[in-house]
């Protein structure tokens, strides 16, 4: 039981912070702390990822509609995910500072085929998930040297950016947000915020904690515009029929003077 115990801990904390709480008693170092923390909370994310895309998912589903949902900016979201992903699994960081966006490469692979499937594109729902499957597979399996992995992850950075930036004009020309849902986005911008954190504490990586903070940045945009146009069904409701009644009421006058 105590070996079991032990092992458990060991994947939350490091053998000497093991100690130092365990042999020496000492609750209160601080950098043992933030490790902890850190482990727990890229935990807690890796969890959460499992159901972040889900109720955007059922959203589309539901619908059976894509509306609103920029393809392009989906694609270019897969893209930074997956090149994310592969990066930190070549690298050999721990599961805890990066297991999300494996998951999130599944859900956002999903949602992408639903949108072309809606959209009437079954021969590009095919050639899509086997080009996808494929290049996911050359750039984990080693194929790919690490230094141009690298490389891509720097290039990854514009291409989230553009992404996010391609729904939010979207968003932005249509005056509201679609079928994106909610619950979703606020869980990508707080899961990209923690993730700041968790990379600091976990890798180190510069060019890693870079990303994850243009990604917080950029999720915020579309918080805020789901804030923003949070009503906007309604009020384009209100507008059509306060249009309506004043059709009626100009045919009313014209029809009274068409009397006189």
């Known amino acids: 039981m105590a ?7 060991l994947q939350l904390v490091s053998q000497k912070c093991y100690e130092t709480y365990f042999y020496d008693n000492n609750f209160f170092d601080v950098d043992c702390f933030k490790g902890l923390l850190s482990k727990v909370l890229g935990y807690g994310i890796v969890a959460g ?17 894509g509306a609103g949902i ?7 979201e897969l893209t930074a995910i997956t090149l994310n992903l592969s990066y930190n699994f070549v690298k050999g960081f721990p599961f805890s500072s990066w297991g999300d966006v494996s998951f999130l490469a599944v859900q956002t692979a999903v949602i992408a085929a639903l949108v072309l499937h809606y959209n009437g594109s079954l021969v590009g729902v095919l050639i899509f998930l086997l080009g996808y499957v494929a290049a996911s597979y ?24 553009t992404g996010k930036m391609s729904q939010a004009y979207t968003n932005y020309s ?11 986005c606020f869980m990508l911008f707080f899961g990209s915020a923690a993730r700041v954190f968790t990379s600091i504490q976990e890798t ?10 243009l990604s917080t ?20 409701k209100k507008t059509a029929s306060k249009g309506k009644s004043t059709t009626k009421t100009a045919k009313a006058k014209a029809k009274v003077k068409k009397a006189d």
């Not at 895309?53 to 619908?63: D, F, G, T």
């Not at 180190?204 to 903070?213: A, K």
């Not at 940045?217 to 515009?225: D, F, P, R, T, Y």
Request: charged share 5%; glycine share 8%; proline share 3%.
């Open 3 to 9: 070996e079991l115990f032990r092992t458990l801990a």
């Open 49 to 65: 990822s499992l159901f972040v895309k889900v109720p955007q998912i059922l959203k589309i589903l539901s619908n059976r509609s």
């Open 70 to 76: 920029n393809i392009f900016s989906v694609f270019l």
């Open 138 to 161: 050359s750039l984990m399996s080693g194929i790919t040297p690490i230094d141009v992995l690298w490389s891509l992850q720097v290039l990854n950075i514009p291409i989230m950016i």
């Open 174 to 184: 249509n005056g509201n947000t679609g079928q994106l849902s909610a619950v979703t």
């Open 204 to 213: 180190g990586d510069t060019l890693i904690i870079i990303t994850y903070v």
């Open 217 to 236: 940045l950029s999720n915020g945009v579309i918080v805020a515009q789901l804030l923003y146009y949070w009503n906007a069904g309604a009020g384009g």
